[in-house]
């Protein structure tokens, strides 16, 4: 194979949407896993995984669970994070964390292989994973950044329910049913499940995800904002987001206005997309060829389309990105970020 040598490799918060899709990743890419390791909360301690057609044990994440560990994918939630990721550092393993913890924590390197993968050697034992939604964006803006350089960006976004977990998903379905049956849908996750207030998803839309700031802007936009400018290492980039949750089992939509220093036109802007790695482009109008959830959910790549020139500025273009979210937007760039980190030899 591609790798000559095998590393000791933990799941921790492996129960979940993000954890299972870790394995699948690792499982397909025939990630060099020498042994395996999977952790979460006292309350999953004993139920069993498979992986690679053997069954394992789920052990409760604490701090010496990380003993001649060498890679931790950590998609236990930020709390977890910030608990365990350090003690894991201490003992030389290597984390890549999911989680919100670290992500704008001066030297930590925020990284989607495809955009910025040189920030990795930057790491002093803790590689974030961005969001989500920034990550599918980040993948169609780098290409356009340079070759056009980008002077503003505005992002709506259409996200699916499972970004905010299997319950949420669970409460579409049965909303759905409820509503169609006639019967009275009582809400409970979205848009916040730990807010008081809470919205009917099904034949709904809901323009708010995560908690709000003062200034009116929810914690996802800010996220959007801030991960992004890091990213691209443009601290003064300017781009704005509104993000907008969706009745939408998995895979977030993306509507993106790119304003940029060099005219690009249509054609141009389809061969930059063609070439970009991670992206395939789907944008044939005439045959009604352009990216959808429902299409790109379990697949890999970033789907790029209703590519088209903004004539209301000088240099301007509207494109539509769609990407599940559970894999790019989170899985399978923890497990690129640790084959990247294993190339470089950073291990």
């Not at 061969?271 to 959910?297: C, H, K, W």
Request: with cysteine; glycine share 6%.
């Amino acid at each position: 194979g591609k790798f000559m040598k095998e590393f000791s490799v933990a799941i921790v918060g492996v129960t979940g949407a993000v954890g299972q899709e870790i394995l699948n990743c690792l499982e397909e890419r025939n990630f060099p896993v020498g042994k395996i390791k999977f952790l979460a909360s006292s309350r999953s301690a004993g139920k069993k995984v498979a992986f690679k057609g053997e069954m394992y044990e789920i052990e409760e994440a604490k701090p010496e669970s990380f003993e001649g560990i060498d890679i931790a994918f950590f998609s236990a939630g930020a709390s977890i994070s910030k608990e365990l990721a350090p003690e894991a550092v201490k003992r030389g393993t290597l984390v890549v964390d999911n989680s919100s913890a670290f992500r704008m924590d001066e030297g930590v390197p925020l990284v989607v292989p495809e955009v910025n993968p040189e920030a990795i050697t930057e790491h002093k034992g803790i590689i974030a994973n961005p969001n989500c939604s920034t990550i599918i964006m980040v993948v169609s803006l780098k290409p356009i950044h340079d070759k056009a350089r980008i002077k503003r960006v505005v992002v709506s976004t259409y996200q699916a329910v499972s970004g905010a977990g299997h319950a949420a998903m669970v409460e579409l379905e049965e909303q759905s049913k409820a509503y169609l049956e006639g019967k009275e849908v009582i809400p409970k996750i979205i848009p916040v499940a730990k807010g008081e207030k809470h919205y009917q998803i099904a034949f709904n839309l809901v323009p708010q995800i995560d908690v709000f700031f003062e200034d009116g802007y929810s914690k996802e936009e800010i996220k959007m904002i801030d991960e992004t400018r890091k990213i691209l290492n443009e601290p003064e980039l300017s781009i704005t987001a509104t993000t907008i949750r969706v009745p939408v089992f998995r895979s977030h939509s993306e509507s993106i206005n790119i304003e940029t220093e060099i005219r690009l036109t249509r054609e141009e802007a389809m061969e930059i997309f063609t070439n970009a790695p991670g992206i395939e482009v789907l944008d044939d109008i005439d045959r009604q060829i352009y990216p959808m959830p429902l299409d790109s959910s379990g697949k890999d790549p970033i789907y790029v389309g209703r590519i088209r020139e903004d004539n209301s500025i000088e240099n301007g273009l509207n494109i539509w990105v769609v990407g599940d979210q559970i894999r790019k937007g989170a899985a399978l760039n923890a497990v690129q970020i640790a084959e990247c980190v294993i190339s470089k030899k950073l291990l």
